[in-house]
T-cell receptor
Framework: AQSVTQPDIHITVSEGASLELRCNYS??????LFWYVQSPGQGLQLLLK??????LVQGIKGFEAEFKRSQSSFNLRKPSVHWSDAAEYFC???????????????FGQGTELSVKP | SAVISQKPSRDICQRGTSLTIQCQVD?????MFWYRQQPGQSLTLIAT?????????ESGFVIDKFPISRPNLTFSTLTVSNLSPEDSSIYLC??????????????FGPGTRLTVT
C-alpha cells in the first residue's frame, strides 16, 4: 500500500539558515509527489509537485525538492528560511492516479517548522 | 486555479446531532474530495465524490456516518452524523483542476472546524 513518512514531527531553524524537510514514500510504481504548506489559519497551498523529468523541482516561495528513487525520498529544501515560513508542511503521494484523470492523495504526518529570530 | 469556499467555517454541536458542511467551487470540476484533519494530525481522506455517481469511501469511513451529496460539478455536501466528541476535527474539501498540468494540484477549501460537546 502507498504510504508517506515524514520522520521529523517538529523542526526549529534560525531565520536565514537553510532548511531540509524529509519525506520518504512507499509506492509500487512511478510516484506522483507533492509538498503542501499549511499556515496557521490558512488553507493548504501547494509548494511543488513531481511526476517525471528533472529530479530537482523548483516551487514557489523559494522552495525546491529533490526526488531520489534509490532512497524513496522527496526532501524539501530552502537555502534561507524566513520567519514567514513557520508553518506545517505536508508531503503527499498521489495514489491510484490515472494520467490526465487525477486521483487521491495520501498525506504524511506533517512537519511543523518553527523559525527563531 | 480553483477557488473553494466552505460553510460553515466552524461550529459547535452537541453529541448525537448532525452537521452538514457545504463546499462550493468557482469552476466545474470532476473530482472532489473530503478530508478530515484531527487535532494535531495529518489529513485523512474520507471519500471521493464524483458528480453523477456514488461517493467512494476510504477504509474506516462509512456512508451512514458520512453521507455525501454531489448534485452538480460545482457543489458538494458532507454530513457528519450522530456526532461524538471523537468527530471534533477540521473537515476540508478539495478539488482537482484538470486545467493544470498533470499531475493535478488539489486545491483545498479553508476547512470547517467542528467541535462536539
Amino acid at each position: 500500500a502507498q504510504s508517506v513518512t515524514q520522520p521529523d514531527i517538529h523542526i526549529t531553524v534560525s531565520e536565514g539558515a537553510s532548511l531540509e524537510l524529509r519525506c520518504n514514500y512507499s509506492y509500487g510504481a512511478t510516484p506522483y509527489l507533492f509538498w503542501y504548506v499549511q499556515s496557521p489559519g490558512q488553507g493548504l497551498q501547494l509548494l511543488l509537485k513531481y511526476f517525471s523529468g528533472d529530479t530537482l523541482v523548483q516551487g514557489i516561495k523559494g522552495f525546491e525538492a529533490e526526488f531520489k528513487r534509490s532512497q524513496s525520498s522527496f526532501n524539501l529544501r530552502k537555502p534561507s528560511v524566513h520567519w514567514s515560513d513557520a508553518a506545517e508542511y505536508f508531503c503527499a503521494v498521489g495514489a491510484h492516479m490515472i494520467y490526465n484523470q487525477g486521483g487521491k492523495l495520501i498525506f504524511g504526518q506533517g512537519t511543523e517548522l518553527s523559525v527563531k529570530p | 486555479s480553483a477557488v473553494i469556499s466552505q460553510k460553515p467555517s466552524r461550529d459547535i454541536c452537541q453529541r448525537g446531532t448532525s452537521l452538514t458542511i457545504q463546499c462550493q467551487v468557482d469552476s466545474q470540476v470532476t473530482m472532489m474530495f473530503w478530508y478530515r484533519q484531527q487535532p494535531g494530525q495529518s489529513l485523512t481522506l474520507i471519500a471521493t465524490a464524483n458528480q453523477g455517481s456514488e461517493a467512494t469511501y476510504e477504509s474506516g469511513f462509512v456512508i451512514d456516518k458520512f453521507p455525501i451529496s454531489r448534485p452538480n460539478l460545482t457543489f458538494s455536501t458532507l454530513t457528519v452524523s450522530n456526532l461524538s466528541p471523537e468527530d471534533s476535527s477540521i473537515y476540508l474539501c478539495s478539488v482537482e483542476d484538470a486545467r493544470d498540468r498533470f499531475p493535478y494540484e488539489q486545491y483545498f477549501g479553508p476547512g470547517t472546524r467542528l467541535t462536539v460537546t
